[in-house]
């Protein structure tokens, strides 16, 4: 699993003078009702114009122009620009744990050591697709309600025929999974492997879901309810 991080448009703010970011979650109803993921998205306000690299005093110069100009919507068809008072709505979301579409085998080409390499399958199921788009309404009618400004959604979060690029947050998690039973994992409720009596493992790796939150901290009170077990038996 992985935390898809797409964006899912541009909103406008009344007020120029917000400063502050947004975050929604999703509230266990939702994602029970909908059936779909949970997630949060934000709500990033551009502050100030930002351009990189050699040609940035240009590029700034040019933009500056554009948004003082109201030209941006024009623009945007050759460069997106953000003009200050605009922003960006990105997002955090579960992925679902799909064992026919998601899983790491052993494939049959061998390494320098002669061990058989890792194959990673990754895909995005229809359930996933779903969590985008209903996430993405759910957040543009709350934006909406609150009266902060105006929200433009993507054409693929609005449509089923546009093509919706999906990037990654750098959290891969569940690739030994704890479950019950060795069916339906790879490690126990301790973190144990299953069928290795000494075997433990630390890390978002035992994620039985991936949820919408950043793994770390989670990952980290796991391996610390770990130490605290391996220190019982040890004792005993
Ligand atoms: C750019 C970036 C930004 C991130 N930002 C955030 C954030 O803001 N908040 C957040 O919560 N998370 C963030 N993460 C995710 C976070 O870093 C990971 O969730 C976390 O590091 C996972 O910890 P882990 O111990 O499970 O795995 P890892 O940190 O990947 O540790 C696995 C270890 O196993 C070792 N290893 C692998 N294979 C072998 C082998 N065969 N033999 C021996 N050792 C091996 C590796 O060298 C590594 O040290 C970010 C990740 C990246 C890349």
Redesign the pocket.
Known sequence: MEHLNVELGEFVVKDQEIEQDWSVFTTPRLVKEKDVGRGNVSFGVVRQLKSYGRTAKVKTFLKGLVCDLGLDDKIELITRINCPGEGVIGTLLEQFPERSGNRIELSDETDYFGLRRAKLNWQLSERDIKTVKVVAMEAAKAFADSGLGFVKLRDYILRDDVFMPVSP?????GGTRMAADKADGVVDENCKVFGVSNLFI????VFATGGG?????P?IQL?LRLADHLRRIVKA
Do not use: I, K, R, V
């Open positions: 947050h750098a959290h891969h998690m630390a890390g978002s790796s939150g950043n793994p770390t901290m990952l391996t």
